[in-house]
């Protein structure tokens, strides 16, 4: 370890420094007789005596990001420096350079008020090897009071990698360090870091420690993370507090925002019962309550939400057109607002897409309350996520978090290979965020020439795809879950589905539709036709020609029709024999049937 540190202009050489400030660091004997003044934790407001750093025992204070390290750190030098004289390592000199621009900290070193040191590469083999005796020999050697605060920058490089043997010899020496010295000593953890390998260091350090905050930066906020923390009134664990800076002295303080668990629960804020609410996600309603805030459209209310900490947010999903302006908002208010905001969806004009449905979750929506929920039901489940904080993480470019929730643009027939490729892409795209989707192969009645049956089948959404064998059609629909897929079928064919197919197999699951998609790739070997130019063809027939056909299909059936394989499944001994769609235990093939299944009522949740 060296002590050593760039000094401000016009400062001699650092060991001239260090010499003509070594015999300044002794204070007079009146100085030595005052009573111990209190050392803060560079953060106003706090309540219960949190913001008193404890003396005898160690405390660790952990910078959860950059913006955290810059807000947190210097303020609690000065802190320190407020309260007594103050002896500071740091792993490089450079975050020393910058800490010494700020005037207190500046004129504290002058006055030899302020010990400087920088860690020497080889110390970290050195704990390893003897724990922290090397450092606490050379800090008496150049000269620490009892008297000064001890406060070590970047501590991660003297606890990373040690084993429990190591941790336990460095344990026992802080510890004894801790008990012989009257005022604090803080270690200080900047990132990068793994806070899940840090914290249960932490935690077991000199046997139980029970001083361990952490700050994380939330948008233009700030949330102090206490693990575990003696206050006046007791032990606290897993408690939280949420913090503002200052304009004017960029300082950090409370702002009476409290959490508590692992998972936060709100305890209290105090725009805590506060709604703001579009007009249109209200419309028709009565009994709002009075202090709801209502807006008439999506930038007044984003407006008003700019300074909110723990509101509830109610903003309506409109059409399937406005999902764009929507999932914006949704996406903006979460980066740029405290996690206690709470985001609240509610479908008013028509049913959102399972995948809309999923992508504003991902973006930072709190819930999706259905259309199909009453009034008095949407207050209480308001009032039940009153507490909750929002824990999911939201990637920061809202392009990249839609894009695996979004179909691609392509709908509608598509030939054999092209469907194949395309349904396995989806399948990879959404493998990691839980999107189910279904495929079904409807077998063709053995009088139904494929191209009316293709031509009663209409897709009007990106992502739902359909094509064809010589013995079946099959329907991909891009997040359906399974107890939609009926209802879909219905929407999708223009006809009922017993005139066109004699039976259907349904997957709801991603091994299954990929068996499907083999064995369709395997019939492209017979050479399965392509119909996108019959089914492009301005003179083809519409669906609804077809509607009267069923009896004598094959009369009305185009000449460029091409000549398919007849084959009758219901004569088949096991007409659902397909090996690889067989394999799948999501497979359900059953007759041709019409079978309504309503969309539960509820909400979907983050």
Known sequence: MSSAASSPSKSPPASGVLRSLATR???????AGNALRPTNIGIAGLPDGIGQLPA??????????????????????????????LGLVASGTQWLDELLKRPAVQAAYQAGRLRLWTLSPGLHAQVRRNGLSALLQELERTGLPPQHALYLYDAQHLLSGLNVAQLARV??????????????????FTPPLDTSALLPTLRNLCRMSMHIATLHADADRWRLSLDRWSSDTGALFQTGFGLVQDASTHRLAADGTRTQGATPELVSAADQWSVLATRASVEGQRGIPGHWRIFDGLEDIEVAAATCVASTVLIDAGSASDFESRARLVHHLRLSRPPTLKIVVRENLGKLRTHSEQALLQLGASVVVYREVGFSRLLQLLQDINAQSHTRKVHPDYAQALDSFMPPRERGYQAPARFCTLVRGMLDRTHDIGLSHSMVRLSMLDQMPHIDALR?????????LFTADHEAIYVFLFACREP??????????????????????????????????????????????????????????????????????????????????????????????????????????HPIGRRAVPRALGMASA
């Not at 390290?69 to 309260?83: G, H, K, R, T, V």
């Not at 344990?171 to 200080?188: E, F, K, M, N, W």
């Open 484 to 589: 939609d897929v009926e209802l879909a079928l219905q929407r999708v064919f223009a006809l009922p589905l017993t005139q066109l197919f004699t039976s259907q197999a349904t997957d709801c699951s991603a091994p299954g539709i990929r068996a499907m998609t083999d064995q369709l790739q395997e019939t492209l070997r017979k050479g399965v036709p392509d119909y996108s130019a019959l089914l492009a063809d301005a003179s083809a027939p519409p669906a609804a020609v077809l509607v009267n056909s069923s009896a004598t299909p094959k009369a009305q059936a185009p000449k460029a029709t091409p000549a398919l394989p007849q084959h009758n499944p219901m004569e088949d001994p096991q007409p659902s024999a397909q090996p690889r769609v067989a394999a799948s235990p999501q497979v359900r093939p």
């Open 25 to 31: 660091l002794w204070p007079s004997k009146g100085a």
């Open 56 to 85: 005898h025992v160690p405390v660790s204070l952990i910078a959860a990001d950059s913006s955290s390290a810059a807000a947190w750190f210097p303020a609690l030098i000065e802190d320190a420096l407020a309260a007594g004289p």
């Open 456 to 464: 009663a089948c209409h897709t009007s959404r990106d992502g739902d």
């Open 171 to 188: 344990s026992d020496q802080l510890s004894t360090l801790c008990r012989q010295r009257p005022r604090p000593v803080v270690l200080g």
